[in-house]
């Protein structure tokens, strides 16, 4: 028989905080159970946070359990105020619509939507059409305020200022959890810890208006060992699109983390079996290096493929240890007439994306970060001729680990 999937999810390290430990653990192993995660479609891409769920839910479906995908295109007009310490912009219907569909097509490689083993649904169907009145005396009836101030996402923010639109968040999505309790029979709501209130309180509205007993659970947020939050890098948020994140920088974000949270890493983003992750977490030293590079081929393979995922780690190859294949380094172009005579350095770093700003690069030549072709910059006037590429092309090193090729055509 197969293992109970709570103790699968126990022992990777995903599960925070349940509503009732014993019986949860007891309906997973006994009965085909439809749970819900939500997910708010405020970017035209999930992220690293999404992937989280996302394996979670995977681990779930592959237990025999059927998800429910709820896109929140009720729930994105308002905006949820966790963790935010300011207001959420604005998204107008069309773009929160858009950004649904991108989250679809993008969800698709990772739950299985066929013949009814996973639903997806939009709480903008039902939430949109809401009659205010109505949903404040059938709903808002039963929520405490004195004690949904309590709630951690609320308290953060009430010496910064909490709006009434945000406060209004919490009841939206307890009723989500009710309409799919209605609709789909669904008695169990999954989300990050920072869900904890406004998964309670969906458990205490199917209470109190239906008086059944339905659960939530949490998982721990992806951070680092020091408490900061994963998937943030100089650039911004770490995508799964490969137009927002190349499969090349994506794959050096994995390997390039801090040794302490690569375990945890591998337990919690790929699948491969723990009798493997605890072998490799007797890995030490300089052999961390071969551990990260197993999470970096691991989690790439699963968001963007086996291929890319060899692409990115011979990219990575060639440029550490001078094997591999460098065709998949990221690259600009320049052609011969742009560089004429010659081309600024800080033009050049701007051209490739690799500076936002020619104060930035001033910055980074001072601190001794931008190396060409091995040797470092010094000079912030330096002039980069055609003499200055090897057989048509020049290697830019920025810090320790961001490499660029330029090309000339």
């Known amino acids: 028989m197969s293992r109970n999937v709570y103790d699968v999810l126990k022992e990777r390290g995903f599960i925070a905080q349940t509503t009732n ?9 006994n009965e085909k159970v439809t749970f819900y995660i939500g997910f708010d479609p405020t970017a035209d891409s999930l992220h690293i946070g999404h992937f989280l769920q996302l394996i979670v839910m995977s681990h779930m479906q592959k237990a025999g359990h059927r998800p429910i995908v709820l896109l929140g295109g009720g729930t994105a007009m308002v905006g949820d ?3 935010k310490t300011d ?8 773009e929160i619509a858009h950004n649904a569909e991108r989250f679809k097509q993008q969800m698709s490689r990772f739950i299985d939507f066929s013949e009814g083993k996973a639903i997806m649904v939009n709480n903008g169907d039902w939430l949109l059409e809401l009659k205010y009145i109505e949903f404040l005396r059938d709903i808002g009836v039963h929520f405490s305020v004195n004690r949904m101030l309590t709630a951690e996402c609320f308290k953060s923010r009430l010496e910064r200022g909490l709006s009434f639109i945000e406060f209004n968040y919490m009841l939206m999505q307890s009723y989500d959890y009710l309409k799919l309790y209605q609709d789909y ?22 209470r109190r208006v239906k008086g059944e007993e339905v659960y939530g659970m949490t998982f721990c947020l992806l951070t680092t060992s020091e408490g900061k939050k994963m998937g ?3 650039k911004g948020a770490v995508w799964i ?8 920088e994506f794959y050096q974000y994995w390997r390039n983390i801090h040794d302490a ?3 945890k890493c591998l337990k919690l983003l790929t699948f491969l079996p723990m009798e493997e992750i605890e072998k490799l977490s007797q890995y030490k030293d300089e052999r961390i290096n071969e551990v990260k590079e197993v999470l970096a081929y691991e989690v790439t393979k699963i968001v963007h493929g086996e291929e890319e995922a060899r692409k990115a780690h011979e990219a990575a190859k060639a440029l550490f240890a001078n094997a591999g294949d460098s065709a998949h380094i990221p690259s600009t172009e320049i052609s011969r007439a742009d560089l004429g005579d010659g081309m600024g350095v800080l033009d050049l770093l701007l051209l490739a994306n690799l500076i936002p700003s020619k104060g930035e690069g001033r910055r980074l030549i001072n601190q001794g970060g931008i190396y060409i072709n091995g040797g470092r910059v010094d000079d912030q006037n330096l002039v980069i001729t055609s003499l200055d590429f090897k057989e048509g092309q020049l290697l830019v090193r920025k810090g320790k680990k961001i490499y660029h090729k330029i090309v000339l055509s």
């Open 81 to 83: 105020p966790t963790g």
């Open 261 to 263: 949270d690569v375990v």
């Open 87 to 94: 207001m959420r912009k604005m998204l107008t219907r069309e």
């Open 232 to 234: 943030k890098t100089e």
């Open 241 to 248: 699109d490969p137009e927002k994140t190349s499969p090349y």
């Open 21 to 29: 430990e014993e019986k949860i653990r007891e309906i997973l192993g």
């Open 185 to 206: 029979n669904c008695t169990l709501e999954l989300g990050g810890d920072d869900q904890w209130s406004n998964i309670l309180g969906g458990v205490d509205l199917i």
